[in-house]
């Protein structure tokens, strides 16, 4: 290799790196960690792509602070420890000032410590469970409905519904176990008998044991709180057994279009709490929105079922995005700070945060809204 050959290469390559770096500093990362693979693969994937078409869209208009955002995300495949990896990794490596995640609670609680040691704040967009916000974490910035919220918001229908007496089925795990206390202490106080609360692990597949003890218990109603993988094989397999309780899902976990698909005439007559209402957009508080996120979404040919949980993604970038514009800078510090501040107009509603936790010490906790829906004659129908 000559002199002038050398001189060539490293100078090409010093024009690659300074580019690299250039093009680096041109963007500003957002970390998100979601459950691609495993468990909670499908909902973990809708809400990758709807941050997807948020990214895409606030891009197109710009981005923030002059630079484009780029999502960094990586697959905690439905798992704790995972979870845990992927957030160190998106901090120390990627070097990300915010993040978003985790989907599922207990994915959520395992990564917290790691925002307190490295102090970056996340975004979390799908977590029901109430230790999230009362355990005294600053860096959290939760828009979804607790538990709790979201039993509250129930209260009122079961009365309107008839419920007399009712029984649980949760996944074993926060947020499983959260909603079936929330909601059975909600019950109670309602009038309502509790008959038998069970639960299942997350990846079990049969519930013939669990669903024989709620036929035998005569309830009129049964809440069932999982993702939409184990609630399509539930449905077919009450079913089967000809257990005749309505089924309620809980957490908005539930894809109500895939029920359809997946569990046929299973899923007729059974009802569930969703924060947004995809089939009926205008039924929101910004129909606009709505409007133009079900359009792009069904434009880029994902599947429909998934709009009930992809809407989170996009809600949760835009609310993170506010937050880097508010602090004026991509610093961990300075867009925690400034997160308490945002407002901002979601598919599920307006998106502002109140305190919730330890004075001193408190998470930030967002009041969306729920609604409920039906599925008959395999359609989605209002409540």
């Keep these: 290799m000559t002199a002038r050959t050398l001189k060539s290469l490293t100078a090409m390559l010093g024009a690659m790196l300074l580019a690299g770096a250039a093009q680096a500093q041109d963007t500003i990362k957002i970390g998100v960690t979601q459950p691609l693979t495993g468990a909670f693969a499908a909902s973990g994937n809708y809400v990758a792509q709807g941050a997807k078409i948020a990214e895409e869209e606030i891009n197109k208009a710009g981005g923030v602070l002059g630079k484009k955002i780029q999502l960094i995300i990586e697959d905690n495949k439905s798992n704790p420890t995972e979870a845990v990896a992927t957030a160190e990794k998106l901090i120390v490596r990627d070097k990300v000032p915010v993040m978003m995640g985790a989907w599922s609670s207990t994915l959520t609680l395992a990564v917290m410590p790691k925002l307190e040691e490295y102090k970056v704040p996340m975004l979390v967009e799908t977590s029901s469970s109430g230790k999230i916000t009362t355990s005294g974490n600053p860096y959290i910035f939760r828009i979804s409905p607790t538990s709790e919220m979201e039993a509250r918001a129930f209260t009122p229908l079961v009365k309107k519904m008839g419920i007399k007496k009712a029984d649980f089925l949760a996944t074993n795990n926060d947020f499983g176990l959260g909603a079936s206390k929330e909601f059975s202490e909600m019950a109670k106080k309602e009038g309502v008998q509790i008959g038998t609360m069970e639960t299942m692990d997350p990846k079990a597949t049969d519930f013939s044991a669990q669903l024989a003890k709620i036929k035998a218990t005569g309830s009129d109603t049964l809440f069932v709180t999982t993702a939409v993988e184990q609630a399509t094989l539930i449905l077919k397999q009450a079913k089967d057994q000809q257990v005749t309780a309505r089924i309620i899902t809980t957490g908005g976990s539930v894809s109500p279009d895939q029920l359809i698909a997946q569990a046929g005439d299973a899923a007729n007559g059974s009802y569930h709490l969703v924060f947004f209402t995809p089939w009926f957009p205008e039924a929101v508080k910004n129909p606009d929105i709505a409007k133009k996120f079900v359009a792009i979404w069904n434009e880029k040919k994902h599947n429909v079922g998934g709009l009930t949980e992809g809407f989170r993604g996009w809600d ?39 305190k919730q936790g330890p004075a001193g010490k408190e998470s930030a906790q967002n009041v969306p809204s729920v609604y409920l829906v039906k599925i008959e004659g395999g359609k989605v129908v209002k409540q």
Excluded: S
């Design 316 to 354: 949760g970038l835009h609310v993170i995005v506010e937050g880097i514009k508010a602090a004026g800078k991509a610093e961990p510090e300075a867009i925690a700070k400034a997160l308490w501040n945002v407002k901002v107009k979601g598919i599920n509603g307006d998106i502002a945060f109140i």
